[in-house]
């Protein structure tokens, strides 16, 4: 059973950088029947696709937030990071790192982490 | 990119009674090898969201029967024959044929009356 847990600090200054890491147990984020990333849900609203990889060592943005953030990997340590600078008070959200599967023609986001709320306030 | 909109973003239904949540997709999510690229999640209050139905009608592992799928193209609902006060979270479709970028509707408010 595969279990993904999000660490970092949960309050960030204004037009500093948020820094969160994802630690993946019980599987390897370097396998082929994944993408790894992370998804963003601000106080009472929906979800925001922030940025994903791929074990080839691709990485994709949400265009709408390409600019300020970045993600990446720590193989030996079975960890990804995420990067988002230049933060106001719209980024405050649960952050959620997931893993979606890929392999045999499926899709699906089939394990979450249990999400970390990050503030940003001065 | 694709943009998804759920309706409605509101539902008060009664236990027993069946209900039913519409998404739909600015671009077709039907791929060239016959499958709808759509998933369906349940996030319950202070949980992450969990999948319910992925490719468009396939429950997963572990899902109600009274949850199904159904849909293709760009038109998706998904409905439960017989509503439980279990149910109640918000319903969110997300497509994934764009990958790797995943796009969510606006997510679904189910309440009980």
């Known amino acids: 059973q595969v279990q993904l847990q999000e660490s970092g600090p949960g309050l960030v200054k204004p037009s500093e950088t948020l820094s969160l890491t994802c630690t993946v147990a019980?599987?390897?984020?370097?396998?082929?029947?994944?993408?790894w990333g992370w998804i963003r849900q601000p106080p009472g609203k929906g979800l925001e696709w922030l940025g994903s990889?791929?074990?080839?060592?691709?990485?994709y943005y949400n265009p709408s937030l390409k600019s300020r953030v970045t993600i990446s990997v720590d193989t030996p340590k079975n960890q990804f990071s995420l990067k988002l600078r230049s933060v106001t008070a719209a980024d405050t959200a649960l952050y959620y790192c997931a893993r979606r599967r890929v392999d045999y023609g499926l899709s699906l986001i089939d394990d979450w982490g249990q999400g970390t709320l990050v503030t940003v306030s001065s | 990119d694709i943009v998804m909109t759920q309706s409605p973003l509101s539902l008060p239904v009664t236990p027993g009674e069946p209900a039913s949540i519409s998404c739909r997709s600015s671009q077709s999510l039907l791929h060239n090898n016959g499958s709808n690229y759509l998933d369906w999640y349940l996030q319950k209050p202070g949980r992450p969201p969990q999948l319910l139905i992925y490719l468009g009608s396939h429950r997963a592992s572990g899902v109600p029967d009274r949850f199904s799928g159904s849909g293709s193209g760009t038109d998706f609902t998904l409905k439960i024959s017989r509503v439980e006060a279990e149910d109640v979270g918000f319903y969110y479709c997300m497509q994934v044929l764009q990958s790797p970028r995943w796009t969510f509707g606006q997510g679904t408010k189910v309440e009980i009356k």
């Open positions: 990889f791929y074990y080839s060592g691709s990485t």
């Open positions: 019980g599987d390897s984020i370097s396998s082929s029947s994944y993408y």
